[in-house]
C-alpha cells in the first residue's frame, strides 16, 4: 500500500494537484470492495496521523504543517463517513443474507435431520456412497462453492470432510479463504510424502486444489518451509534492518524513512492477509521501489551521522 508515501508526498508538496491525487487514491481504495482496500485505508491514515504528529512534535525533525493536518482530518473524515457504504460491508451482508435465503429454500433443518437419519441407517460402503449422493445433491443449500466441492477437492474423493464442514456454522463455511487453507492442510497432512512440510506439495497442484489468496501461506504448502524462507526472507530482512536502523540511528527518524517503513510493512501485512502479492511482478516491483529507496535513505542517513561525528 503506497498510501503513507503519497500522504508523505502531500505534506512535502502541499498543492491541490497532490490533494486531489490522494483523495481519488482513498475513493479507489474503498471502491475496490476488499477488506484490505477499506480496512487498509483507515488504519494508514490513522497511523499516517500519528506518525507526523509523532514526528512534528514529539521529535521535533519535521515542521509542522497545520494545512497539511487540516487536510489529512478532512480526508479520513470523509473516508469513514463513506466506510459504511462501501461494497465490502455491503458484501458480507448480502453473502449472509444468501446463505439464509439458500438454508430456507432447501429446508436446511429438513435436510440437517434426513442427513443424520441416512447416516445411522447406512454403514460402512453404504454409508460412504449415500453421503456423496447427499452432498451431490444438496451442498447448494450449505452455501458451500460448487467448484471446490465438486472440482478442486471433490466430495466423491474425501465426502467425510465435507460432511464435517457443512456442520459448521454459516460464517465459517461462507470464509472461502479459510476454508482453502484446511483443505491444503488436510492434503499435506494426509499426504504420505514426509517431505511435503519442508519443500510443499508443487505450485500446480496447490492451484489445482484450492488457489489460497494468502501469501506465506500459499508459498508455505506450494514450495514447502524451505521454498517461503527463500523467497521472502529478503522482504522480512530488508523490512527488518530498516526498522533496527530507525531504532538506533537518531539520523534515521526521519518522516520519510518512517513513511517508506510503513508502506512496506503494510504490502506485507496485505500480501499475508489477501494474497496475490508475493508472485506478481507488478505488486514486486513496487515493493522493491520502496524497500531500495528506504536502503538508499538509510545509507545516506548513515554517511550524515559519520560526517557530524567527524
Given at each position: 500500500?503506497?498510501?503513507?508515501?503519497?500522504?508523505?508526498?502531500?505534506?512535502?508538496?502541499?498543492?491541490?494537484?497532490?490533494?486531489?491525487?490522494?483523495?481519488?487514491?482513498?475513493?479507489?481504495?474503498?471502491?475496490?470492495?476488499?477488506?484490505?482496500?477499506?480496512?487498509?485505508?483507515?488504519?494508514?491514515?490513522?497511523?499516517?496521523?500519528?506518525?507526523?504528529?509523532?514526528?512534528?512534535?514529539?521529535?521535533?525533525?519535521?515542521?509542522?504543517?497545520?494545512?497539511?493536518?487540516?487536510?489529512?482530518?478532512?480526508?479520513?473524515?470523509?473516508?469513514?463517513?463513506?466506510?459504511?457504504?462501501?461494497?465490502?460491508?455491503?458484501?458480507?451482508?448480502?453473502?449472509?443474507?444468501?446463505?439464509?435465503?439458500?438454508?430456507?429454500?432447501?429446508?436446511?433443518?429438513?435436510?440437517?435431520?434426513?442427513?443424520?437419519?441416512?447416516?445411522?441407517?447406512?454403514?460402512?460402503?453404504?454409508?460412504?456412497?449415500?453421503?456423496?449422493?447427499?452432498?451431490?445433491?444438496?451442498?447448494?443449500?450449505?452455501?458451500?462453492?460448487?467448484?471446490?466441492?465438486?472440482?478442486?477437492?471433490?466430495?466423491?474423493?474425501?465426502?467425510?470432510?465435507?460432511?464435517?464442514?457443512?456442520?459448521?456454522?454459516?460464517?465459517?463455511?461462507?470464509?472461502?479463504?479459510?476454508?482453502?487453507?484446511?483443505?491444503?492442510?488436510?492434503?499435506?497432512?494426509?499426504?504420505?510424502?514426509?517431505?511435503?512440510?519442508?519443500?510443499?506439495?508443487?505450485?500446480?497442484?496447490?492451484?489445482?486444489?484450492?488457489?489460497?489468496?494468502?501469501?506465506?501461506?500459499?508459498?508455505?504448502?506450494?514450495?514447502?518451509?524451505?521454498?517461503?524462507?527463500?523467497?521472502?526472507?529478503?522482504?522480512?530482512?530488508?523490512?527488518?534492518?530498516?526498522?533496527?536502523?530507525?531504532?538506533?540511528?537518531?539520523?534515521?527518524?526521519?518522516?520519510?524513512?518512517?513513511?517508506?517503513?510503513?508502506?512496506?510493512?503494510?504490502?506485507?501485512?496485505?500480501?499475508?492477509?489477501?494474497?496475490?502479492?508475493?508472485?506478481?511482478?507488478?505488486?514486486?516491483?513496487?515493493?522493491?521501489?520502496?524497500?531500495?529507496?528506504?536502503?538508499?535513505?538509510?545509507?545516506?542517513s548513515k554517511t550524515s551521522k559519520y560526517l557530524v561525528k567527524k
Amino acid at each position: 500500500m503506497i498510501m503513507p508515501i503519497m500522504l508523505y508526498i502531500l505534506y512535502k508538496e502541499f498543492n491541490l494537484l497532490n490533494i486531489v491525487l490522494v483523495s481519488v487514491q482513498a475513493l479507489a481504495m474503498l471502491m475496490l470492495g476488499t477488506k484490505v482496500g477499506n480496512f487498509g485505508l483507515i488504519i494508514s491514515l490513522v497511523i499516517f496521523l500519528i506518525t507526523f504528529l509523532f514526528h512534528s512534535l514529539i521529535l521535533k525533525n519535521t515542521k509542522f504543517s497545520a494545512k497539511f493536518l487540516i487536510t489529512l482530518i478532512c480526508i479520513l473524515a470523509a473516508s469513514s463517513a463513506i466506510f459504511p457504504y462501501s461494497p465490502t460491508l455491503r458484501r458480507s451482508s448480502l453473502e449472509n443474507g444468501v446463505a439464509q435465503k439458500r438454508s430456507n429454500l432447501g429446508d436446511k433443518n429438513r435436510l440437517d435431520q434426513e442427513l443424520d437419519s441416512g447416516l445411522k441407517r447406512y454403514k460402512g460402503q453404504k454409508q460412504a456412497e449415500y453421503l456423496k449422493d447427499f452432498i451431490k445433491k444438496n451442498y447448494w443449500v450449505y452455501s458451500l462453492k460448487h467448484d471446490l466441492v465438486l472440482d478442486h477437492y471433490s466430495y466423491q474423493n474425501d465426502p467425510y470432510y465435507w460432511l464435517d464442514v457443512m456442520k459448521r456454522p454459516a460464517a465459517e463455511r461462507l470464509n472461502y479463504r479459510h476454508l482453502e487453507q484446511d483443505i491444503l492442510s488436510r492434503v499435506m497432512n494426509n499426504d504420505k510424502n514426509k517431505l511435503n512440510k519442508l519443500f510443499g506439495i508443487s505450485f500446480s497442484r496447490e492451484n489445482n486444489i484450492a488457489p489460497l489468496e494468502r501469501d506465506f501461506l500459499a508459498q508455505y504448502y506450494s514450495m514447502g518451509l524451505l521454498g517461503t524462507i527463500l523467497l521472502t526472507i529478503i522482504y522480512i530482512f530488508v523490512l527488518g534492518y530498516g526498522i533496527f536502523y530507525w531504532l538506533v540511528n537518531k539520523n534515521s527518524k526521519t518522516l520519510l524513512i518512517s513513511s517508506l517503513l510503513l508502506s512496506g510493512g503494510f504490502i506485507l501485512f496485505a500480501a499475508f492477509y489477501a494474497g496475490n502479492v508475493l508472485e506478481y511482478l507488478s505488486a514486486t516491483l513496487v515493493m522493491a521501489f520502496i524497500l531500495g529507496f528506504l536502503l538508499q535513505n538509510i545509507r545516506y542517513s548513515k554517511t550524515s551521522k559519520y560526517l557530524v561525528k567527524k
